[in-house]
């Protein structure tokens, strides 16, 4: 099998992930696919530095992980803070920023 | 993808791998489609994180086995119940409507993902990158290696990292935080407003039929042998997860037919 | 021929002995304008003694200079003094510098003797104005400003001066501002200057980019070397500026107007002074205009024309103030015709200039005098019979009469009928046109002045009842008296000696004898003839037949000259009007161009932000979508540039 595999099964996920994020009005979904776009990328991070036959790769993944953690936890105060003033957590609703 | 049989030897992995890559990529893709696609928000949280389990898969086959645990641990472990949790709070109490109020969104979303992807999976396949392997990387182990670079070449990074979870734990705690603006009740004033308010003064009633639906989506019965609606929770009579509550005419069901019950929601 | 010595003069030794107090003539007067207009009304009591005392004090500086000069050889009778360096950038240096010659020296006795006169005359004038103080100080500014204008040793510190009077000039006309005429007429005779001072600045320009420098000796120095299109340049444009300042064709429509000031000004600003500064610029300029025979050709021609114009003027006026200016704008016509003909007329110019300064200035303050006397009354119509009760008057006035319209022995015989030789000096057509010309306003002077003279002080008594003449204090009748003597015999003592030429000669040149188109006797006869005929012409219209109190309608020449010839409707149609249609079209162009192009592009601006501003709905997944478009746009081009 061809390691490049890997890397098109992430753009896949990738796209999905995106799609997810346009389609979804569930604020928590959204940030759910937002994660597995993430992931994909990760993914792509591993599959290269096995390909490039270094560590860098894994690193830069593991740096993802780390930033992602941190902005679950600020993502989801925020997403519990808008639902506790609007009672909604669709991202439609919170759309008063606007011209 | 690539022109010359040497290379093709080159870049090929073993069986064993590429028959677990079968294996977990349609795992993986059908279970973001389905996190993509159901319309419970904790349906698609789980199927998220059985997709995080095949690339913790993935990574483990691709000589990082750090980063599979890791990714075990922290996103399927951590991340999605932190996911769940906040799910819990924020209520389950509905599932997203299908109608799409942007006008055009749906279908300019589904073009601009699709051509995206086209795009990318076109670019990928100029890429001409051959197998180096990692074994020479983790001749000192995984975990060693990862470590020399975090600790020398990425320390700048890795510090401002620690920075950044800090900030975003204060964040969180900040933003979290709700500041209580009145008096908190007494109990005197608690018990008063319990009775003088008409609610229900004693404990609601308890949910279950004991015996033979011992459960929190079962309404107890009441001495006539009616439902008791206040003896579940409400959270879950919103979501339409009551049971039948068994009356005392009510027709004996065997057991395939209520465990089938479980699925139809 | 004269360039090169003319270069030399004014290069003029250093200033040492008395010379160095040069620069004491400009300031004196100059200290007490700063005293008079700044110390308010507590200088009221003693202002007017201050601003008379000043110019004397310059007259008397003035005139040990003089008489240190006359000690001095004809060739070192120049001196320059250097004050403090103006401007210095990079090769452009100016230096703040006084040139006292032979040239300079004649405005300044004139200037200050003439002034002291005046001033003296204003006391008396004046002493029923409360803004007396005031006055006194705007003639002291004039005074420094026009000593500044000819005691200059390079064109821009001339020009310094040469505003100065202009300013002075437009206080002076509007002195007495709260009558709207007046005020309007102060502000014709400021525009009509500017026209000219635009001419010295683009004179001066063309000097310094041509020539390099714009002192009088590194510009008369390199006058040899420069082109003569360049001198023609130069030349027109210092004839415009003496247009403008010494009223001359087609800048002339302001002096008439000029007469709304009190008479002391119009005697010593607008008729013997400034007005003549024009003159003293052509002259002063003379190596240029000697390298430009068009531009001096020009010159002549606007003199000929102005002398022309303000003779017929004069003949139909009957405002006394404005038959007097219509006659200087005829004199100074005269000079610039003198100065226009080369080193043959130079030395004429300046002498008519500063005899026409004594009997002008005598006659203006005469008229004063009159309207003193007549409850300031300025129509000659309602003059007449004044010979009796103001003796005085009357018989300086005669003088100055006498001396204008050159009576053999007086003044006038000496300075213009030189002119008049000089005009028919050459061959060609030149003499012939000029010299009629010349001629021909001599003549018409004879006339207007005799008429003026008999309207005034002779005949009967056409007097408004409540007018009660008598003849005014000493005061104003001793300055009168001396001016008087100087109409008479300042002509005699420079004239047929020789001496005013002799004295110039190193600034302008000598001409050496010259022949004119028809002999001198010829011409003085003719001359002589022509005043006795316009004196009958006068005395048979204006004494022996009665005067009526209304002027009659006239004919058309008399309606057209009462109208200044029609001068300020041809400056309305030609000039007035377009440039208010320029304006009105450029005010249209710009509100309908230029604001509409502005306004349009914001419109268009604010329009397409407007939509583009409906792109901004607030909901996240549009934006969303937008950065993935982008994304998508972005790899797609890396694919395409194969990046």
Redo the contacts between chains.
Sequence with gaps: ?????????S??????????V?????A??V???V??ML?AT??TF???????????G??I???V??????????G??????I??ARRS?SV?GANLLKY | ??GTGLLLAA???GTG??VL??VL?PV??LA??G??LSRK?VH??LL?AL??LC?AG??LA???P??GV??IV??TG??MM??LF??M??GVDSS??LV???RG??V???A??????A??????G??V??????D???RDG?VQ??AA??FS??VF??EV?SA??I???L???V??H?ERIERPLSQRELSVQRFRGGMHPAPLPGPGVYARHNAVDTPALLPDGSPAETSVSRVLIARGDVRQAPGADVVVRDASQIEGDGDDR | MPTTFASQSVQGAAATGVFSLSWLLIALPLFGAAVLILGGRRTDRFGHLLGTAMPAASFVIGLVQFFALLGRDAEDRAVSQHLYSWISVGSFQVDAGLLVDQLSMCFVLLITGVGTLIHIYSIGYMAHDTERRRFFGYLNLFVAAMLLLVLADSYLVLYVGWEGVGLASYLLIGFWNHVPEYAAAAKKAFVANRVGDFGLSVAIMIMFWQLGTVSFAGVFGAADRASEAALTAIGLMLLLAACGKSAQFPLQSWLGDAMAGPTPVSALIHAATMVTAGVYLIIRSAPVFEGAPDAQLVVVIVGAITLLFGAIIGTAKDDIKKALAASTMSQIGYMILAAGLGPVGYAFAIFHLLTHGFFKAGMFLGAGSVMHGMNDQVDMRRFGGLSSVMKVTWFTFLLGWLAIIGFPGLSGFWSKDKIIEAAFVGDGWRPWVFGIAALIGAGVTAFYMTRLFLMTFHGERRWTEDVHPHESPAVMTVPLVVLAIGSAFLGLLLGPTGAIQHWLEPVVGSHGEQTTALPVSVLTTLTVLLVAVGIGLAWSMYLRRPVPATAPVGTALTRAARRDLYQDAVNESLLMRPGQYLTRSLVYFDNRGVDGAVNGVAALIGGTSGRFRRLQ?G?V??YA?SM??G??VL??I??LVGV
């Excluded at chain 2, 601009?112 to 992807?117: E, K, Q, S």
């Design positions: 099998m061809n390691p490049m595999n890997y890397v098109y099964l753009a896949l996920l990738f796209s999905i992930g995106a799609a997810g346009l389609l979804r009005r569930n928590i979904v940030f759910m696919s994660e597995l992931n990760n993914l591993v599959a290269f530095a096995r390909m490039h036959g270094n560590l860098d894994q690193v993944a593991f740096f992980m780390v930033v992602a953690a941190a902005e679950v936890v600020v989801l105060a925020i997403i519990m803070t639902f506790r957590a439609d | 993808m690539s870049t090929d992995t791998e590429a890559f079968w990529a993986a893709v973001s489609l996190m993509l928000a698609s949280a998220l997709t995080m690339l993935f990574y691709q000589d990082a750090f980063l890791v990714q922290v996103y951590a991340v932190l996911f906040v799910l709070l924020v997203d409507s799409e109020t942007l969104q749906r300019a979303a589904v601009a993902a699709l051509g995206f992807g795009l990318l999976m076109f670019a990928i100029d890429v990158v051959d197998n180096a392997g990692l020479q990387a983790n995984n290696g990862l670079l975090i070449r990425y990074a890795f990292t950044l979870l900030t975003a734990a964040g969180a705690m933003l979290a709700r | 709905t909901f997944r549009s979508l993935l478009v994304a998508a790899v797609g890396m694919l």
